[in-house]
């Protein structure tokens, strides 16, 4: 049984402001399966999970992982009691 | 969307919208409906044809075996195991997986038939009892055309349980 891996495309899509759908064309599925990705029904494979990672102009790992990603709003305290 | 062109051509598109049926199919083809129950009652349809084909051989039984069939090959284009166009990294697993289980589905089926059959054989040449066994062509061709109602079942079955539910918002653009 695959492990579960989690993702926060749903974030950085809300922030690039992209659609599903153009975020399915520029790595070559169907927006179905950006919406099971977002969902956590289906894990990409190594290629798809680096596409959508370029086009995010990010590392993979800022965009899947093993472990739950926390909320946003607690990333960002983090964020700033770290300064 | 209509054919333009040709008029006879788009006469014949014009007639076959308006029957419902292509909007039916590109429904169906944008959101794969995931069958559930129709692919159970097919294949009990297809041993029972196969239990009268065996009782009561005749040319008629292969009808019987030939409607699930036709059924079989509707809920096979409409549900996840076909897509047209360019199929991307989870259509083509679930078309994989699907295709695997009813292949090994199939393999078992035939696999234990061929033994029963043997099995069968073997006591009829001893005397000790009969059991049936594929004699003429339409028996061969009811063999086959079962265990593709079983292969092609089994699969959609387990496409269907491996693709998830639809999305609410699914009409995002």
Known sequence: MARHIYNRIAVFRAEAGISRKALADKVGVNPQTIGFLERGDYNPSLELALNIAAVFHVPVELLFSFRPFPPMAQTLLNHGDGE | ?173
């Open chain 2, 1 to 173: 969307m209509t054919y333009k062109g040709d008029p006879i051509a788009e006469k014949l598109d014009r007639l076959a919208e308006a029957t419902g049926f292509p909007r039916l199919q590109r429904k169906f083809h944008s959101q794969p409906v995931r069958f559930r129950l129709l692919p159970w009652i097919l294949l009990a349809l297809a041993v029972g044809a196969m239990a009268v084909q065996i009782a009561r051989p005749g040319l008629w039984t292969f009808w019987l075996l030939m409607a699930p069939w036709f059924v079989t090959i509707m809920a096979y284009g409409n549900g996840p195991m076909w897509r047209s166009g360019k199929l991307d990294e989870r259509e083509a697993a679930v078309i994989r997986h699907g295709h695997f289980v009813g292949m090994m589905w199939a393999l078992a089926v035939a696999v234990l038939g061929s033994l029963t059959i043997a099995f069968g054989q073997m006591g009829a040449m001893l005397r000790l009892w009969t059991l049936w066994a594929p004699r003429d062509g339409i028996d061969w061709m009811m063999v086959t055309l079962f265990l593709l109602v079983v292969e092609a079942n089994v699969a959609v079955l387990a496409a269907s349980a491996a693709t998830p539910e639809p999305l609410d918002d699914d009409d995002e653009e």
